[in-house]
């Protein structure tokens, strides 16, 4: 890998957490870098699937939730 | 006025002052994300649903209490209820719960898929129930950095923050699942995409 484009450069990069100079940085290398393009392209799809796993809790577990500020509230 | 396009912060403030109905869309909002950050680290839905209950009564009774100050993000200070009271049960069990899906059913078997096509349904849930796999390998601190940044959209100074380590730990506790997630991915010849 490219000096100055560390693993957890990449991943700040990834998260949109790097400042704008780094951001610059890690953008060349990734445009220069075959290897480094290829890493990134596999972190974005395990970004989005990782992204796309969300599970809801039983619909009764939020009615009681509900039901608790209902008959808590103070007014 | 739609309270789809009022802010969280702005929901708490009518929560507080006693309309209950902006608790209501707080929790629609966010009730996945928080669901998912716990069951992902407990594998038990009976216990996720329990932790998931405590961590709104406690967002609850915090609020009242008038102890909510987070000038941040509302999310992520539910995520962090939610993660400490998931440790406590770890605390209080001691030891990491084993509990798994039977064969035959499933929680994922239960998501909302978004494509209609039949052919895309198979290919997510698939993917779907890899990515579960994938995750449930990992070892218990890259899955909470996972969890909080991906469930919780908190940067890594706050995950650094909420977990007692530096900026760089936690980013390297990210990099390591990421690098160990593609490792059993290309050992497995998994595709992610169903694009």
């Known amino acids: 890998m490219n000096t100055i484009c560390t693993l957890n450069d990449l991943i700040a990069y990834l998260y949109n957490d790097t400042p704008l100079l780094k951001t610059v940085e890690i953008q060349k290398t990734i445009d220069n870098n075959e290897e480094v393009a290829e890493l990134y392209q596999d972190m974005i799809a395990i970004s989005k699937a990782l992204d796309e796993l969300l599970i809801a809790p039983e619909k009764c577990v939020s009615e009681s939730i509900m039901h608790y500020a209902r008959i808590t509230a103070p007014y | ?195």
Request: net charge negative; proline share 2%; aromatic share 8%.
């Open chain 2, 1 to 195: 006025m739609c309270k789809q396009q009022i802010s969280d912060n702005e929901l708490v403030a009518l929560f507080i002052k006693g309309d209950e109905n902006a608790l209501q869309n707080l929790i629609i909002r966010h009730e996945k994300k928080v669901y998912t950050s716990i069951y992902l680290l407990v594998k038990d839905s009976d216990l996720a649903n329990d932790i998931f209950q405590d961590t709104f009564i406690k967002v609850i009774n915090t609020l009242r209490n008038g102890n909510y100050n987070e000038e941040g993000k509302f999310l992520s200070w539910v995520l962090r209820i939610a993660h400490n009271l998931t440790i406590d049960h770890f605390r209080g069990q001691k030891r990491m719960p084993m509990a798994y899906d039977t064969e035959e059913y499933s929680i994922f078997d239960t998501l909302p898929l978004m494509d209609s096509n039949i052919e895309d349904r198979i290919i997510n849930k698939q993917i779907q129930s890899q990515v579960r796999q994938l995750i449930e390998k990992l070892p218990f601190d890259q899955k909470e950095v996972v969890i909080m940044r991906h469930y919780g959209n908190m940067s890594f100074k706050e995950i650094a923050e909420a977990t007692n380590v530096s900026i760089n730990t936690s980013l390297g506790r990210m990099r390591y699942a990421i690098i160990n997630l593609r490792k059993i991915i290309q050992d497995n010849s998994l595709q992610l995409s169903a694009d």
